[in-house]
């Protein structure tokens, strides 16, 4: 799945750079499953400098709270937890007593009530599905959607693999039809007969209990009817809409993973549980249907229903069965290796797929020469749904996009949008080998799915389009964006262990998707291009139409390390990264000719409370694949030949510096993870980094674009975490009126929001306004907003530009975007605004103008035909000052009207991006919650990627205290939990900074003579 329904279009953006994408269970705390009838929780919060050891534990109905006031000296302090853990798994009651060793008091209070804990929802494994029969009619051909349902039959054939008295399968919000349930054995020999059977609704288990066991070895079938709401509630089998000739026409079409096929027809739905499927979907004469495979024939049926007949499917996982029925529009092209390709939108918008299209035949024959395996379906269809929760879903040969992420108008689109197409398509596509060919065997390995989509989606694109840049742009999009997400004791490691639906949601997040991609990265760079990818081949075609382990790719990848010599056992690697969360900073000191490594666990607030949900095997510690240059060396090409190793087992790593600046060259620098191709931080010695900024103010060039992006980065956040003075930091940004590349500039862009959000209810403000005016206004003459020809990464550059420019209030910047929107309010069939600005100028216009503008927005809002300028619109909108204006927006936003449910939330987090509008947006989410969490909630990134983004400028002690208060009121956060806890983590850091900070920028400032 590609992970971005927040969609920001002009800033080249596909992404949403959000600080906080998600979450994690705070009250849910640590997941426990026992054979005993209750489960523990345990929440053990350390909180190391000031205040103790508390430990929250809840067990048999029973909450205690252990508060340890004393500090225990510290290098008890992991023992003691790891402990009591191990006692509150356990159920024991002296987890107390426990914590009370080691010179601490204890104190028991009654603890605040847990969120209900979620049970284990894994099937038993005493049957395997090997061929399904399913049946699909949904009925919709009325004016009146809110009577429309499906109905449909299954009929399933498994084997016994382990004796046992029931079939138990999974199904969710279905009606099984009364007298249809048969249970028997295919061909001869007798079967046991159905006792009872049960549904139990919390696993979402169908229980079939037969009076005798099954034979081991025996093929038996189970065959039902069933009949399930058809509602727009973008998951299982759901209805979309549109509008054509003034009519509405229904869609109805799939989204099933991660776990809603069993929304649509009772199966055995977990990933690693394959089987062949003959898929047949009913419809009308009029319309259309599509599915995984060609159609084998269409059988006419009484009352002028059709049934279209599918060729059987591959073997393959549930969630990545599609059913379309529509009348759409297709067209088509051929891939060089005769894979018929379709790509299918609403009547009248084929024509903006064309780029999609050419670029799916483009990297889809790519991809089968890179991984050496052939596409192994005949065909592959990608189709622009007008309603879809995430960016695209990759079912297998039937790829299914929101509109903005497939379709392109050429003129109307920007190069953001187009950007954003070919990325999306490049990701779904990777994933027909990485989720489809192979599979997770269950979703904790999530992240092998998604990491390598968000990788190889990068391979794809550069494929295509090498001027984009795409592996420059990679460090801002995932490496430096995902970060700021794992600089949390609140987050996860890659591989995180996972049960419950809820659970399974919360992992669709940037650790699964960026930091998975940036880790692969970081082991093609240590492997070595052509090793990673023929390990990736043996991986891929040792485990095809199966299931793997992360483990089976280590194998894969080190055999082929080691068949050529390489000494290198990638679990050994790996397991650093995946298995814990967070990553080190390196600090590099110089003595001599030798540079002295040590590696420290980055944290943003390092004295935060560690939920302690997750421990370290390795104490926090990496196994570093270090690189280096030096201002003698400028040496930024390396290669896996050049990596230093530091271990996870050194605490210092000493090695011969090479190519180093005479020591009393104070001009002289040495750079630590060139490319930034590991996940790592890198801080210097204060002479360093002087000398750092020192060269980007002379001449900025000799230093590459992606590390003069990670300077600002590492800079800004190793301020952050309390290693490095904020002047440094302040200082990075004094060349920037010179930054003419994309990649340092939108590095930069990020650490400024940060500031601007912090800083925006200061009285520093109006000096910080003015410095960053400075910097601004030279660039903005320089660029203009004439963004006519632009190749690809200017229009980005420009827009950034302009969008800094118009945020600051640069008067030409104002002035400009009012008299463009004027223009094209006098001629709203001419739209005189570039692509590439229009975001800022709608923006801008709307901001200084009045309801008049907003109303003439929304009226071409409606009738805008490319999605991508409705989503510029959308973003447009949430500008105005006027808080009636905001305030009619949202409610429209939230009653649907005009506006799709799937950009509900979007509105609400562009409103909140404004400074004047973040309180009033913040109390509009608390107003509506219910209806927000009932009616949008179901999206699995955007809710919590809305819950993280309406308070991330949090930095009052009251507003912490108001975020703490909601948090009590509420039982239960489903999917948005972690996204919670890491707001009021956020917050923390964010008093902690402006706290520490404050004053000091104040002081930099005015000794440049701004306040
Ligand atoms: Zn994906």
Redesign the pocket.
Known sequence: ???EPIEFTDMGKYNSHTDLTSNKSTKGGFFVSTAKAFILVLLAILIAVVIGLIVHFAGSGKEVVCKCSEVPASSSIADRLTECKTLAVQGNMDICTACSKGGMTMSTTTAPPTTPTKPDVRLPRHLQPIFYEVELQPHMYNDQPKTFTFDGSVRIQIRCVEASNNVTLQINKLNITRGSLLFGREGAGSAPNIKSWEEDTTRQFLIIHLDGDLTVGATYFVQMEFAGPLKDDLAGLYLSKYDYNNETRYVATTQLQPTDARRVFPCFDEPAIKARFNITLVRKSNKKTISNMPIAQSIPRADDWVADVYYTTPKMSTYLLAFIVCDFEVITETTQNNIEYGAWATPGKTDQATYALDTGVKILTYFEEYFNISFPLPKQDMVAMPDFSAGAM?NWGLIIYRETAMLYKPGVSSEGNKQRVAVVVS??LA?QWF?NLVTPSWWDDLWL??GF??FVEYMGVDYCHPDWKMFEQFVVEDLQDVFDFDGLTTSHPVYVPVGHPDEINEIFDRVS?AKGASIIRMMRFFLGEDTFRLGLTKYLKRKEYDAAFHDDLWQALTEQAQSEGKSIDVKSIMDTWTLQMNYPTVTITREGNNLRLTQKRYLRDPSAVDPMKYTSDFGYKWEIPFTYTTSIAKHFNKSDADVKWIRKTETETAIVGEGLPPITDGDGWIIGNVQQYGFYRVNYESSNWLALIKQLNTDHKVISAINRAQIINDAWNLVTSGDLDITIALKTLEYLNKEEDYVPREAARIQIAFVERMLSKSPVYGAWKKFMLSRIQEPFSRWTMNNTGASHLDSYVRSLVVSTACDYDLPACISDAKSLFKQWMDNPSNNPINPGIKTKVYCTAIKYGGVAEWDFAFEQFKTAEVAAEKVRLLQGMACSQELWILRRYLLKAIRKEDIRKQDTLSVIIYVSTHAYARSFTWDFVREHWNTIKEDFAVSLFAFSNMIGRVTRAFNTEFELQQLEEFMKSQSDFGSGERAFTQALEKAKTNIKWINQHEKTIENWLAGLRYD
């Open positions: 799945m590609n992970s990759e990701h779904e994933h989720g799915n998604e989509a968000s998707y």
